[in-house]
T-cell receptor, first 110, second 114 residues
Framework: AQRVTQPEKLLSVFKGAPVELKCNYS??????LFWYVQYSRQRLQLLLR??SRESIKGFTADLNKGETSFHLKKPFAQEEDSAMYYC????????????FGKGTMLLVSP | DAGVTQSPTHLIKTRGQQVTLRCSPK?????VSWYQQALGQGPQFIFQ???????QRGNFPDRFSGHQFPNYSSELNVNALLLGDSALYLC?????????????FGDGTRLSIL
């Protein structure tokens, strides 16, 4: 069965520091990977997905199939980046169901 | 567009009771998925409905059942409630079942079992 691991429950950085939220997955096939974010008092929303290969709010994520990782990175953290971040995968089988990690809380201090 | 809407917001039940949660998908979406999010955990997939049929199911017992109506709205039913069913229940909608279609989430229903 597929699994998503986010090893850090909490990541605390100062404003302007680089950020890397780690995500590893286990799946024998070729999944699609996503990062979802939940800001305080807001609903869970899609941040980015690997097939788009885009940068959203300064965040990027590269799928490394060799290391089965999909780490989320931002060179300079902002206070408004403070939120809960979930890595998720969808099996490339035609169905959009998601398997989520446990999430990492990012706190950016001034 | 209000996006995905769920009702009720909060619900308190006792063990052994039954509960029904409701979800209206984002306008234009036809696929509804339900997730259970326990405290401190990521959302866990329960099942997905498309064209009024359950298409995919996660590792949940038969006590969890659902329905999708012709207007694409959906219900999640849980029978014989257990303390462990206390969680946030999230509904997500998408256009079609394709894995490259992003899912849009509602605010969830917080279910507490006493």
């Amino acid at each position: 069965a597929q699994r998503v691991t986010q090893p850090e429950k909490l990541l605390s950085v100062f404003k302007g520091a680089p950020v890397e939220l780690k995500c590893n997955y286990s799946y024998s096939g070729s999944p699609e990977l996503f990062w979802y974010v939940q800001y305080s008092r807001q609903r869970l929303q899609l941040l980015l997905r690997h097939i788009s290969r885009e940068s959203i709010k300064g965040f990027t994520a590269d799928l490394n199939k060799g290391e089965t990782s999909f780490h989320l990175k931002k060179p300079f953290a902002q206070e408004e980046d403070s939120a809960m971040y979930y890595c998720a995968l969808s099996l490339n089988s035609g169905y959009s169901t998601l398997t989520f990690g446990k999430g990492t809380m990012l706190l950016v201090s001034p | 567009d209000a996006g995905v809407t769920q009702s009720p917001t909060h619900l308190i039940k006792t063990r052994g009771q039954q509960v029904t949660l409701r979800c209206s998908p984002k306008s234009g979406h036809d696929t509804v998925s339900w997730y259970q999010q326990a405290l401190g955990q990521g959302p866990q997939f329960i099942f997905q409905y498309y064209e009024e049929e359950e298409r995919q199911r996660g590792n949940f017992p038969d006590r969890f059942s659902g329905h999708q109506f012709p207007n694409y709205s959906s219900e999640l039913n849980v029978n014989a409630l257990l303390l462990g069913d206390s969680a946030l229940y999230l509904c997500a909608s998408s256009l079609g079942q394709s894995s490259n279609q992003p899912q849009h989430f509602g605010d969830g229903t917080r279910l507490s079992i006493l």
